[in-house]
């Protein structure tokens, strides 16, 4: 029984096609493999909107990020703590990594059954079309595939990514516990916060610069399979998120500001108060593109219910490692699958 995040997606396979990257280095013009439909909303971005921004600092804190949870599911935040030296270390690192030649990064390729390593985006197998996009994914230790590609030099981007994890989860923890008590979660729910055995990762990813960017798609729409995605994002736009009514909403980088993101769990466990934000990423012609994700959520074998009941439950009951199969499986029906509602 899988009892870790590596071991859940391993017991839902890729096949080969669908983890090796294309080289883009050697690319000059748009393949048809990577060759989008534009569609209507792709001209319709929310014109003025944008998503809040949030100081951590700010008395109000927690009731913004309150609300910015229930409008937008995602917020930019500032007075963070996370200090800049360790952001930039790790997008440096970010680019020396995808700077490689093709035959080095592919010497760490994610297997069919594995979860971490180099790679194309985990939702590929849902699309008709492939994205511009390569990806390094980390969950634990990075050294194993580290070493791969750099067999005598690993043991810088190990350490840089190990600090940033360990970062990442002292302020997903905070942010986690403000969350739960603007929810009125109680102790013995939210019991699982600052344990050992939550589910975490880190996600590299690279989007190069493109010949035809609006036949293009960096990374296709779909929400998260966590509880809070904290995101990094290099100095060049590309990421939108989607707002009922008002259409994709770019998400502007502000150097220092960190996008957060509420995943299908806070979704779920807040019984639909809380959005889970709807994403995707484009690409242009002029700059590459990087970002830093990383992942927080229960343990695997934490039940997840509505915890928030001001109704009736709008979500069965299930652990974590059973929505990852079911969302492995459906990528955007998930959440359907497990309503409670009916139609």
Not at 35 to 57: F, K, R, T, V, Y
Not at 69 to 81: M, S, T, V, Y
Not at 117 to 122: F, L, M, P, V
Not at 294 to 306: A, E, K, L, Q, T
């Amino acid at each position: 029984m899988a009892t870790t995040l590596s071991e859940a997606y391993g017991d839902h396979p890729l096949h080969l096609h669908h983890i090796i990257p294309l080289d883009f280095s050697s690319i000059r013009t748009l393949p048809d493999s990577h060759a989008w439909p534009q569609s209507e909303d792709d001209d319709n971005h929310g014109a003025g909107s944008c998503i809040p921004i949030i100081d951590l600092m700010d008395p109000n804190a927690m009731e913004l990020i309150g609300l910015a949870c229930e409008k937008w599911g995602a917020f930019q935040l500032k007075n963070h703590g996370i200090p800049l030296s360790v952001i930039e270390e790790v997008e440096a690192e970010a680019k020396r990594l995808f700077a490689l030649p093709a035959e080095r990064k592919l010497k760490a390729l994610r297997s069919a059954a594995g979860a971490t390593g180099y790679g194309r985006a985990r939702i590929s197998p849902f699309f008709p079309k492939h994205m511009w996009h390569e990806g390094f994914t980390i969950m634990g230790s990075p050294c194993d595939d580290a070493k791969k590609i750099w067999p005598n030099d690993y043991a810088r981007f190990c350490n840089i990514m190990d600090n940033y994890q360990k970062q990442m989860k002292v302020l997903a923890e905070k942010l986690t516990h403000r969350i739960f008590n603007l929810l009125g979660i109680s102790e013995e729910q939210k019991r699982w916060v600052g344990s050992t055995n939550h589910c975490e990762a880190v996600q590299l990813n690279f989007y190069p610069s493109c010949p035809e960017p609006n036949r293009a798609m960096g990374l296709a729409p779909h929400t998260d399979t966590s509880l809070l995605t904290i995101l990094h994002q290099s100095q060049a736009n590309g990421l939108q998120i989607f707002k009922e009514g008002t259409g994709w909403v770019p998400v502007h980088p502000h150097p220092n500001n960190l996008v957060v993101h509420t995943g299908d769990f806070l979704h779920i466990l807040s019984n639909s108060r809380f959005r889970c934000a709807l994403h995707r990423v484009t690409v242009n012609s002029a700059r590459h593109r990087y970002s830093v994700a990383y992942f927080y959520g229960p343990p695997m074998d934490c039940v997840v219910s509505p915890l928030v009941l001001s109704s009736l439950p709008r979500f069965r009951s299930l652990t974590v490692k059973e929505y990852i199969g079911i969302k492995a499986k459906n990528l955007g029906g998930a959440l359907s699958l497990i309503s409670m509602l009916k139609n």
